[in-house]
């Protein structure tokens, strides 16, 4: 099971269409306050999160420390269209391995996911 958390329904799409493709179970959250809720009914089936970092209500990074302090083992990817130079060294204490600018496409979204959830090193 894959969570999902961008605020651009688009972008949500796009990546439920490609992972569900690939055989991954996939829910969706539009916010970390939405992403949270589902997270804490759901996270022993969560093996993932991929989120935005600019978020409304509660953005990725924020989401990212909360879910890892309460899953320390739970994989995440980060995604976000912006330069994220202040934030990598915070990205990499969270223990966020691996960055996906935006626009990425199908290919580099699976190859992510791949590597992160066999425990291969990604590199950002």
């Given at each position: 099971?894959?969570?999902?958390?961008?605020?651009?329904?688009?972008?949500?799409?796009?990546?439920?269409?490609?992972?569900?493709?690939?055989?991954y179970?996939?829910?969706?959250?539009?916010?970390?306050?939405?992403?949270?809720?589902?997270?804490?009914?759901?996270?022993?089936?969560?093996?993932?999160?991929?989120?935005?970092?600019?978020?409304?209500?509660?953005?990725g990074?924020?989401?990212?420390?909360?879910?890892?302090?309460?899953?320390?083992?739970?994989?995440?990817?980060?995604?976000?269209?912006?330069?994220?130079?202040?934030?990598?060294?915070?990205l990499?204490k969270?223990?966020?391995?691996?960055?996906?600018?935006?626009?990425?496409?199908?290919?580099?979204?699976?190859?992510?996911?791949?590597?992160?959830?066999?425990?291969?090193?990604?590199?950002?």
């Open positions: 099971m894959i969570l999902v958390v961008d605020d651009e329904p688009a972008i949500c799409d796009m990546v439920v269409h490609v992972l569900e493709g690939q055989g179970n996939v829910m969706t959250a539009s916010d970390g306050t939405e992403a949270l809720a589902i997270f804490i009914k759901h996270q022993k089936q969560i093996r993932m999160v991929l989120t935005d970092i600019i978020m409304p209500q509660m953005d990074l924020r989401l990212a420390r909360t879910l890892k302090r309460a899953k320390p083992d739970l994989a995440i990817i980060a995604s976000t269209g912006h330069d994220l130079e202040k934030e990598k060294s915070e990499d969270i223990g966020i391995e691996v960055i996906l600018d935006k626009p990425y496409t199908s290919e580099s979204l699976q190859v992510a996911v791949h590597e992160v959830l066999n425990g291969n090193v990604y590199a950002h």
